[in-house]
């Protein structure tokens, strides 16, 4: 098992920066691939960005791509979201997940993800 612990939220104007961050529990976060993921109010939660174990192999989604960037840092157990340029339709509870893969892909849909952190709010003010 992993447990995840989002942090890096806040309140930015628009075109302003932020870094999320997500810390993972556990000796195996390297055969993890990591996800971020999004909801807003009243919205279903949507795909934002995924990075495979190794962090070869990134995806995106089409409404962060250019802005956006997904890293990781297998020593330190933690994912990154660095989040520029944003815009005030980015307003959401991130979440960052993991899925135990065997392989080296990135994964964009939701129900690949089996953990799962408890968010962390994004506002981005006009």
């Known amino acids: 098992q992993v447990q995840l612990v989002e942090s890096g939220g806040g309140l930015v104007q628009a075109g302003g920066s932020l870094r999320l961050s997500c810390a993972a529990s556990?000796?195996?976060?390297?055969?993890?691939?990591m996800g971020w993921f999004r909801q807003a109010p009243g919205k279903e939660r949507e795909f934002v960005a995924a990075i495979a174990r190794s962090g070869g192999n990134r995806a995106y989604a089409d409404s962060v791509k250019g802005r956006f960037t997904i890293s990781r840092d297998n020593a330190k157990n933690t994912v990154y979201l660095q989040m520029n340029s944003l815009k005030p339709e980015d307003t959401a509870v991130y979440y960052c997940?993991?899925?135990?893969?065997?392989?080296?892909?990135?994964?964009?849909?939701?129900?690949?993800?089996?953990?799962w952190g408890q968010g962390t709010q994004v506002t981005v003010s006009s």
């Open positions: 556990g000796r195996t976060f390297s055969s993890y691939a």
């Open positions: 997940a993991a899925d135990y893969s065997t392989n080296d892909v990135a994964r964009a849909r939701l129900y690949e993800y089996d953990y």
